[in-house]
């Protein structure tokens, strides 16, 4: 398996511009998770699905942001309109539930926003 | 919410050393795991560790579940070893970690 699959890798953009990640995760797996990495509040969870359907968006920051999975293998998150303190590298994982033992945790390679 | 603790913040060790790190919770938890994040900022799995003991290599973990503490050893370190650790926590069952803020590990040759 190529492991959870995020792009691009890097993204810069324009404060008010629209921006949209993606990630495909690990076939099989029936969790995906978001997470934003900053160096003053360290890793965050935005939100998470579990076959698809969001469970807890709790974390997302606000209304600019929205998460999506219209399928099994595939997600998104976008930013609408991006701020520069959206400035971040943003995670995608996924894992497998309902066994006991390693949960097959993987992150992908992370996506590094900038916002100018 | 959960509070996760993980100490030291910083270390800085001689290739061949041995080292331990330290993550506390303030709250019983079902799902305790470590991470690696390298220099280049990938997240590593290491062990998935609500309790008992593990061992990988050069690497164990060690989950004290009724004081709410866990440990990582890692032995004869190497440079390849360097990166943050982080200690990530779940009560809900549902995988849903919640990280510490991580040791920030350098391995000098």
């Known amino acids: 398996d190529a492991g959870v699959i995020q792009s691009p890798r890097h993204e810069v953009t324009e404060m008010g511009q629209e921006v949209t990640l993606r990630c495909k995760p690990i076939?099989?797996?029936?969790?995906l998770f978001w997470y934003r990495q900053t160096m003053m509040r360290g890793l965050e969870l935005l939100i998470y699905?579990?076959?698809?359907?969001?469970?807890?968006d709790s974390g997302m920051p606000e209304d600019r942001f929205s998460a999506k999975m219209p399928n099994a293998s595939f997600s998104t998150l976008k930013i609408q309109p991006s701020e520069p303190r959206d400035s971040a590298v943003y995670f995608c994982?996924?894992?497998?539930?309902?066994?006991?033992?390693?949960?097959?945790?993987?992150f992908g390679s992370g996506t590094r926003l900038t916002v100018v | 919410g959960i509070q996760v603790e993980q100490s030291p913040p910083d270390l800085i060790l001689q290739e061949g050393a041995n080292s331990t790190l330290r993550c506390n919770f303030s709250d019983s938890v079902n799902n305790l795991q470590w991470f690696h994040q390298n220099p280049w900022g990938q997240l590593i799995n290491l062990f998935y560790i609500p309790s008992g003991t593990k061992q990988n290599g050069r690497l164990s973990a060690t989950t004290v579940a009724t004081e709410r503490y866990s440990l990582l050893y890692i032995s004869s370190s190497q440079t390849t070893d360097s990166g943050v650790y982080f200690c990530a926590v779940d009560r809900t069952g549902a995988n849903n970690l919640f990280f510490g803020t991580g040791t920030r590990l350098t391995v000098i040759p």
């Open positions: 699905f579990n076959n698809n359907v969001p469970i807890d």
């Open positions: 076939s099989g797996h029936d969790y």
């Open positions: 994982a996924s894992s497998l539930a309902g066994q006991r033992g390693d949960y097959g945790y993987t």
